[in-house]
């Protein structure tokens, strides 16, 4: 039987207590304020930093180095055959790229890393099925069947308070930006081909997550069961509230909490609401 081991990066968030269940091995992206780096979900939280950017000026973030994944690959070897190993969306960071060159340097051991094209906890939806299937002994291969089946019945969307974060960081273009920021609109995000394009422009916060509320009834009105989560950026109590409200409206949805971190959150900004799911 192949010991195949389940990697990830810390943007799918996946919590510790929970990594440490499934033997989860996450690769941490990090934030630099000015010349101080932080990796996430290691040396800073998720309050902690919304709590340091109101202090501060917003924070630029970066990908793993590829000698991190080759230790890391490396060690794995003393016990597994092989790694699979799952990242977030190669049209928005350089992480997944960073596997793939780990894998060819990594000794004794085979590297099959996976692209998400997307990231937060819906990524972490891959790592979890994974990381179960690891554990029943299914093979690197079975694995990414499973995986590659999911991403048929995967979606996200996500509405952002303030455009000018994605702007900034260049993962969303200037003339969208300016036309969100002159409406005073919520645009409702999702990706596209590896990339955070705009999906529809809604005129308040409410109706932009009664709308993507609607695209989930729509998939989930099949009465096939499905996993979802919400995701928010340092908005916890607005998300519980929000599940109470979504759990009573949609029997047949199993729903979670998660959270932008860090590195999500210095892209997206304080107070983005998102909404992801999968068939299970």
């Known amino acids: 039987m192949t010991k195949t081991a389940i990697v990830t990066d810390s943007t799918a968030y996946i919590p510790k207590e929970l990594r440490e269940k499934l033997n989860i091995h996450m690769i941490p992206l990090s934030v630099n304020f000015g010349n101080e780096t932080y990796q996430e979900e290691m040396e800073i939280s998720a309050a902690d930093f919304y709590e340091e950017v109101r202090r501060r000026d917003l924070p630029t973030t970066s990908q793993p180095p590829v000698g ?11 016990e597994n055959e092989a790694v699979v190993s799952i990242h977030l969306s190669s049209g928005i960071s350089g992480t997944f790229q960073g ?44 694995i990414l069947a499973r995986l590659e089946e999911m991403k048929q019945s995967v979606r996200a969307y996500f509405m952002v308070d303030d455009l000018s974060h994605l702007q ?3 993962r969303l273009s200037s003339a969208q930006a300016l036309i969100g920021s002159l409406l005073q609109v919520k645009p409702l995000l999702h990706f596209v081909d590896k990339k955070i394009v705009p999906f529809e422009k809604i005129r308040t916060r409410k109706k932009a997550l009664k709308r993507v509320v609607d695209l989930l009834a729509e998939d989930a009105k099949s009465g096939e069961p499905y996993r979802t989560v919400i995701i928010h950026a340092n908005r916890e109590e607005e998300a519980y509230e929000w599940k109470s409200e979504l759990e009573v409206q949609l029997p047949n949805v199993e729903f979670m909490v998660s959270y932008f971190g ?3 959150g210095t ?9 992801g799911w999968v068939k299970k």
Not at 100 to 112: H, L
Not at 267 to 275: A, V
């Open 262 to 264: 860090p590195v999500i």
């Open 168 to 170: 900034r960081g260049g």
């Open 99 to 142: 596997a793939v060159s780990a894998g060819n340097m990594a000794e004794g051991i085979e590297v099959y890393p996976f692209d998400s094209e997307i990231s937060c906890m819906v990524q972490g939806f891959y790592v979890l099925e994974a990381a179960e299937m690891a554990a029943a002994g299914k093979t690197p291969q079975e």
């Open 267 to 275: 892209h997206l900004g304080e107070g983005s609401m998102g909404l």
């Open 68 to 78: 991190q994944f080759v230790e890391l690959f490396n060690n794995l070897a003393k």
